[in-house]
């Protein structure tokens, strides 16, 4: 595999992303592939680099374990929910209700954006999203958006979610970071963060465009 001349300076990260991402766009391999060939990458060129040593490569591994095993829990616990979900109907019941309100389209979709935004204050964005998205997306296929598009917003709010105050969980984990700062000092530095993340996210609502004009062309 061969090293750019620039590895020495940009480190194997960037360089294994450039070519997980390159592979993708080239339809060479699925991401959940690309994340196995970006590994595979980063490991080759810290290795030609003389980064990689035996310390490393067990932290490496014991880090690969805990995350791996949190995700696997948080997908089993997901499994199990959505099976009761589905098997209650919840999809179908929420799409009679929004159907029977008679709201318009673009108010479900803040509705659901603001649920996002709520419910990042008690979770991470991977369980909100495995959670939720099983009787949330088939009430946006029914009001005819683009799944593309809402999948866009869905990681932007609820990123968004976990910097809101009171309870976001980005505050106390720069909080528990920083050492030194109050709780309070974060959530006011955090402000106008939060507001050009909201200004950002009405852009992306009312231009749907801004989103799939990538996609499209990457489609052809």
């Given amino acids: 595999m061969p090293v750019c001349g620039r590895c020495a300076t940009c480190g194997a990260r960037r360089c294994s992303f450039s ?53 696997f829990l948080i997908l089993v616990g997901a499994s199990v929910f959505n099976y009761f979900i589905e098997t209650a109907g919840v999809p179908q019941l929420l799409i009679g209700w929004i159907e029977q309100a008679g709201l318009p389209r673009h108010v479900v979709l803040l509705i659901v954006m603001a649920f996002y935004v709520v419910l990042g204050c008690f979770l991470d964005s991977l369980s909100m999203i495995l959670l939720t998205v099983p009787f949330v997306f088939p009430l946006i296929a029914a009001l005819q958006f683009d799944p593309v598009w809402f999948g866009i917003l869905l990681v932007t709010v609820a990123e968004l979610g976990l910097i809101t105050p009171p309870v976001g969980m980005n505050l106390f984990v720069i909080q528990g970071t920083a050492g030194d700062l109050r709780l309070e000092t974060i959530v006011r530095g955090i402000g106008p963060f939060l507001i050009a993340d909201l200004i950002r996210l009405l852009v992306l609502i009312a231009l749907p465009q801004l989103v799939l004009w990538l996609p499209a062309r990457m489609t052809g």
């Avoid at 391999?29 to 990689?52: H, K, N, V, W, Y």
Wanted: net charge neutral; proline share 2%; no cysteine.
């Fill in 19 to 71: 070519w997980s991402f390159g592979g993708i766009y080239r339809g060479w391999f699925s991401p959940t592939e690309a994340a196995a060939i970006g590994a595979l990458g980063a490991f080759l060129i810290a290795l030609l680099l003389g980064r990689m040593s035996r310390a490393v490569l067990l932290a490496s591994a014991h880090e690969t374990v805990e995350t791996t095993g949190m995700i």
